[in-house]
């Protein structure tokens, strides 16, 4: 049996409770708990074992995440919540969101889907729950850490970095290379991109 696919509760971080997700056969792959105080909580991923396999941990101002997979930390680039997100480390790129049913991480390289992100209605008993499959299954544990930290960003409805045009100007380059603003997650179900306008 291919060991390449992790099923985990769809609802898992709405609920605010301990959650596990399983390999295919239905075997343990990992338990994952939080204090749920805010968006400033840190998600806790443990493997099967016990031992802590990666760490989900926002930025001073809530607006990057620092994900740490065994002894490597990446990072959660949210340009637009829910609609595209950077993990920086891994070279991919993501376009929608997996709470839509349905994303795929792509290789910036490559231009190939190394990560696809669907939803099945029942997974042996446990109720909808979200399917992370990969091709490579050494990119497993940061692929599920990474779509457990959007999806963490999505339930907080946090800060996404904005998408800058290419050409900035003198004034919003030297803004953004300064402070980044954020947008909200309401300007950017209004549309908005750029968090210099």
């Keep these: 049996m291919a060991y390449n696919k992790i099923y985990f509760p769809a609802d898992a971080i709405n609920n605010h409770e301990e959650f596990e997700g399983w390999y295919e056969d239905g075997s343990l792959f990992m338990t994952a708990k939080s204090d749920y105080a805010s968006e400033k909580s840190?998600?806790?991923?443990?493997?099967?074992?016990?031992?802590?396999?990666?760490?989900?941990?926002?930025?001073?101002?809530?607006?990057r995440y620092d994900v740490r997979v065994?002894?490597?930390?990446?990072?959660?680039c949210p340009f637009l919540i829910e609609n595209h997100y950077?993990?920086?480390?891994?070279?991919?790129?993501m376009y929608g969101s997996p709470s839509k049913g349905h994303a795929n991480f792509i290789n910036e390289n490559t231009k190939k889907k190394d990560v696809l992100i669907t939803t099945c209605?029942?997974?042996?008993?446990?109720?909808?729950?979200?399917?992370?499959?990969?091709?490579?299954?050494s990119k497993l544990r940061p692929a599920v850490a990474f779509v457990l930290a959007i999806l963490w960003k999505e339930h907080w409805k946090g800060l996404s970095i904005g998408e800058l045009p290419e050409k900035l100007g003198i004034i919003n380059s030297i803004r953004s290379s300064v402070a980044e603003r954020g947008l909200t997650y309401e300007e950017v179900m209004a549309g908005k991109t750029n968090p210099y306008e």
């Design 42 to 63: 840190r998600l806790y991923i443990y493997s099967r074992l016990g031992a802590e396999m990666a760490c989900i941990k926002p930025d001073y101002k809530v607006l």
């Design 70 to 76: 065994e002894r490597y930390t990446y990072e959660l």
């Design 86 to 93: 950077h993990a920086k480390g891994m070279l991919w790129q």
């Design 121 to 137: 209605p029942d997974f042996k008993g446990h109720g909808p729950c979200f399917e992370v499959k990969v091709k490579d299954i």
